[in-house]
């Protein structure tokens, strides 16, 4: 009996323990590595700074010609009694402080360094893996126990286990685009696999709750329900 309960859920446990697997693998891989790649996402965020500082200084470097043009074009007004040439705005002191910010790619970090939030991301691929493994694998058990259709039972195997494998390393792999495109558009470059990854597992805890839904209130005993609770 169990064991034809486990038939139709099969390939999606096997599926959620591989999650567990690569949890945990992912996990060795950070505790040996995790000094070589916060270095390698620090240097790499230096470097994306010095750039970004070269580009503002060139282009300030740029402008000089036309600043200093208006400036003598301007230079009977500056002359006016009472002015201060040594006098810098703080307005202006404000500016060029944000310009430098805004150039150096601090890209609005949430713990004040891109190179810890690319191994806060790394880490939660870890930690993805091992928990929708674990949440996967209960949820199947309850859906092999309920009165589906073997068929659709096969079908929720599907969804949930692709959902429990795809998910986590999106964020593996926004973590590694973290420093280099910023955090919102390395978000971004990775939907392609979030969005279906989050599709499959809301459509999957979705239908088991409408499943259990429908067994507490004895519908699927109706007709109109007998695609769903049919002999198979």
């Not at 040439?85 to 601090?106: M, N």
């Not at 859906?143 to 959902?163: H, R, S």
């Not at 978000?187 to 429908?214: K, N, R, T, Y």
Request: hydrophobic share 45%.
């Amino acid at each position: 009996m169990h064991h034809e309960l486990l038939s139709t859920i099969r390939h999606g446990l096997i599926m959620a323990v591989t999650a567990l697997i690569f949890g945990a693998l992912w996990a060795a891989y950070l505790a040996t590595n995790h000094d070589r790649l916060h270095g390698a996402f620090e240097a790499q965020e230096e470097q994306l700074q010095q750039a970004q500082m070269q580009h503002l200084m060139e282009e300030l470097s740029a402008d000089a010609p036309n600043a200093t043009a208006e400036g003598h074009s301007m230079g009977e007004e500056q002359d006016a009694p009472g002015h201060d040439h040594g006098s810098t705005s703080p307005a202006a002191h404000e500016h060029g402080h944000d310009a430098i910010a805004d150039s150096t790619g601090e890209q609005h970090s949430h713990s004040g360094s891109l190179a810890q939030d690319a191994m806060q991301r790394l880490l939660r691929g870890h930690i993805h893996f091992m928990g929708l493994g674990v949440l996967v694998a209960a949820l199947l058990m309850i859906t092999a126990f309920t009165c589906l259709k073997p068929c659709w039972k096969k079908l929720l195997g599907w969804t949930f286990g692709l959902g429990a494998l795809a998910y986590p390393p999106a964020w593996i792999l926004m973590g590694y685009r973290t420093v280099e495109l910023g955090p919102a558009a390395a978000e971004a470059s990775v939907m392609w696999l979030f969005a279906p990854a989050v599709g499959l597992l809301l459509f999957s805890m979705g239908s088991l709750l409408g499943v259990l839904l429908i067994e507490m209130i004895r519908w699927n005993e109706k007709k109109a329900f007998q695609f769903l609770f049919g002999s198979g």
